[in-house]
């Protein structure tokens, strides 16, 4: 391969990454056409990685040509070349099962082909997708398959990897382990520290060890460990400032130091420190990082009431996000698109789709802390037009959310669905190879075939595990659908503008707050296959709260918790009970003449669980009777997809959970209302 290829790295205009490799463009183009085409075949895949975050179109036309002419020559480490070239492109347009296939694709090669050291980086590839698409037990397992591969021997008996390649797994499973992540906070600080003390004794890039520094003191700020916090993030700013970057990293340790001292009572000299992070975002043109701590600033002056200084903050993050959204960048200049400002963007350039979120995160926080600020001055106009404002960076913000917990789990699902595959080839190969081998004598062959039997039997059982955890995953995201139904989150809504509008600040507040916690409820549940009975009793609380007022205090309700059950050390699955309570309101209480009582009791009964949704409604045939006329194309589905979770629940347990319905009668026979009574074992999350 020509020599020339050492000299195209990217240069001062435009981003180097530690983590992904990626060559001058033009140089690459001018030097395309005079190529022989064993050496074009890895230009073109260098083209398509360059150009992947960038410009998709034309990444994804490098690609295709760098694979059919890899497969014209026959070549199959181009091949994989090119499959990682396919695999960025989509990893950057946010289509993480795409990414994962033709990752996993280049790996099966490259571990073929014996290139451990390529293999090790296909690996972190793949733990940094999962990462992206919150997966994090894989990202922490795909981590150290990484870290196994760069550890293996080469035919020359050297490692695979360097030091180098080892310390920057590290760096991400520190980052894995981290607060928001996986929460385990003692291993995310004992990776930090290693990357540290081992950078510096061999001279590791400055700018690396400056915001691994970083990282770690915010790690510990996040830990509540605030003295150790300080000391590293003051250890962070000695580093020499050796370019623009530098500069823009140490205004983001300004803002955490600043919030450091904040947090210990030295609020001027926090103020200080964060001022100085906010002067300098602003004056260089970083429209994010000023609209962040235009938050940060104005929160704290509405919190000790100065609401003159808390307006001007609030009003210039305003304009901040609106010149973002019109610019449709992070920035005001497009210079700075290409220099370091947010730490991780050192090492592989951040995702698109990550930084709209982040961008509509700080909007609901803007808008919001400007609704509040308007209820302080009394100004109503104002108050509502940032409450509507507000609302719709919500509604933005949980269509992302959406959009990205469905890749999320398809992101899971097309995971086990691949290694299921590897699996399955696994084991062809190997039934081939015992095929061969049978010439050497019928027992040896008839062990082979047992064994061979046996391996189907387990993939065949683990397909139909698969399946039924899809299934279940994709009732779950049925019932929420039917949960989140249009009419009850406007009319939950148009409540809480009511209270706005009457100025009623401390019901809507409460009531807003109700209708948030519930909303996120939901939405952690809608993907989790079991919660703690503590966050299920939150759940239908703050529902049974919400529909008091929809439906104007027609009915009181009870929740009844048996004193030897610990809500907090008991799992159960999500959202059993609410169509239950749904229906005791919508067709049992809405039909009464006078207010309804309804009582929801959790009892402790040898091993179970006994969960009971009792109503004084007008009884189901009654109900029935009364939805027959007012609407006869009236389907139950969150009922009828609640039973079916059930069926799929019980038939990979072998402990059941048990559902019975009563229809409730007086002495004279005459329906009182009905009961509901879900037997759920202690032992389901197990």
């Known amino acids: 391969m020509c020599i020339f290829f050492t000299i195209l790295w990217f240069t ?32 073109l895949s260098r083209l398509a990685v360059s150009l992947s975050f960038i410009d998709y179109e034309q990444s994804k036309k490098y690609a295709g040509e760098a694979m059919s002419l890899a497969k014209k020559l026959n ?46 980086w296909i690996c972190y590839d793949i733990a940094r997708t999962h990462y992206s698409a919150r997966n994090f037990e894989k990202t922490v397992e795909y981590g150290n398959l990484a870290l196994q591969k760069f550890r293996e021997r080469m035919n020359n008996g050297s490692k695979a990897g360097n030091v180098v390649d080892s310390i920057r797994m590290y760096e991400g499973l520190a980052l894995t382990f981290g607060t928001g992540q996986l929460g385990m906070i003692d291993q995310s600080i004992k990776y930090y520290q290693l990357a540290i003390e081992v950078g510096n004794k061999n001279n590791f890039d400055l700018m690396e060890l400056m915001i691994i520094t970083m990282r770690l003191g915010a790690e510990l700020y996040f830990y509540g460990k605030t003295d150790s916090a300080i000391y590293y993030l003051n250890k962070a700013l000695e580093y020499p400032e050796m370019n623009s970057g530098t500069r823009a990293i140490k205004n983001r340790i300004n803002t955490y130091l600043g919030l450091c001292f904040i947090r210990k009572g030295a609020i001027e000299k926090g103020l200080n420190h964060i001022l100085e992070a906010y002067s300098f975002y602003n004056i260089q043109g970083y429209l994010f990082w000023s609209l962040y701590l235009s938050n940060e600033i104005g929160n704290f002056y509405l919190k000790t ?57 700080q909007a609901k926080t803007m808008y919001h802390n400007l609704f509040l600020l308007s209820e302080k001055k009394n100004l109503a106009d104002d108050a509502l037009k940032y409450h509507i404002a507000f609302s719709r960076a919500v509604d933005t913000l949980n269509v992302m959310q959406r959009n990205r917990e469905i890749i999320e789990l398809q992101t899971k699902f097309e995971t086990e669905r691949k290694e299921q595959q590897i699996a399955s080839l696994s084991e062809k ?13 019928f027992l040896f062959g008839l062990g082979g075939l047992l064994v061979i039997v046996l391996l189907f039997a387990w993939l065949i059982i683990r397909q139909n595990k698969l399946r039924n955890q899809q299934q279940n995953l994709v009732l779950q995201q049925k019932l929420f659908r039917s949960q989140m139904n249009p009419h009850f989150i406007f009319n939950s809504l148009t409540s809480i503008q009511n209270f706005i509008l009457d100025e009623e600040a401390d019901k809507a507040s409460k009531y807003l707050s109700l209708f948030s916690k519930l909303v996120r409820n939901i939405l ?79 009892r402790l009964k040898k091993g179970s669980i006994v969960f009971e949704v009792e109503d004084n409604g007008v009884g189901r045939e009654k109900a029935k009777d009364i939805l027959f006329h007012q609407n006869k194309e009236h389907k139950s589905l969150a009922t009828a997809i609640t039973l079916e979770r059930i069926r799929v629940l019980n038939k990979r347990r072998r402990h059941k959970i048990a559902l019975r319905i009563e229809d409730l009668t007086s002495e004279n026979n005459k329906p009182t209302g009905t009961l509901v009574v879900i037997d759920i074992p202690i032992n389901f999350g197990q």
Do not use: C
């Open 305 to 361: 009431n100065k609401l003159d200084t808390a307006e001007k903050y609030f009003r210039q993050g305003e304009n901040k996000f609106n010149e973002v959204l019109a610019r449709d960048s992070w920035y005001s200049h497009d210079s700075l698109k290409y220099i370091v400002n947010f730490g991780v963007d050192y090492f592989f350039p951040m995702p698109p789709k990550l930084l709209k979120e982040l961008q509509w995160t």
């Open 429 to 441: 190969n190997a039934f081939q190879e015992m095929k061969l081998r049978q010439s050497r004598g």
């Open 12 to 43: 001062s205009s435009a981003q180097k990454f530690l983590n992904l490799q990626t060559w001058n463009v033009d140089s690459l183009l001018h030097v395309l056409p005079e190529q022989p085409k064993e050496e074009q075949v890895y230009s």
């Open 524 to 602: 952690d549940s809608s993907t989790e296959e079991h919660v703690t009975l503590q966050e299920e009793i939150q759940t239908i609380e703050n529902y049974l709260e919400l529909q008091k007022i929809r439906f104007h205090d027609k009915f009181d309700y009870t929740i009844d918790v048996d004193e030897a059950i610990h809500p907090e050390n008991i799992v159960i699955p999500p959202m059993l009970a609410q169509p239950f309570i749904e229906n005791s309101i919508e067709h049992g209480i809405k039909h009464r003449k006078t207010k309804g009582d309804i009582f929801i009791r959790f």
């Open 75 to 120: 070549n199959e480490e181009a091949m994989a070349d090119a499959y990682r070239a396919y695999a960025n492109n989509y990893f950057y347009q946010g289509d993480y099962p795409k990414a994962l296939n033709n990752f996993f694709e280049a790996l099966s090669i490259y571990d073929k082909l014996g290139k451990k050291h390529k293999a090790g």
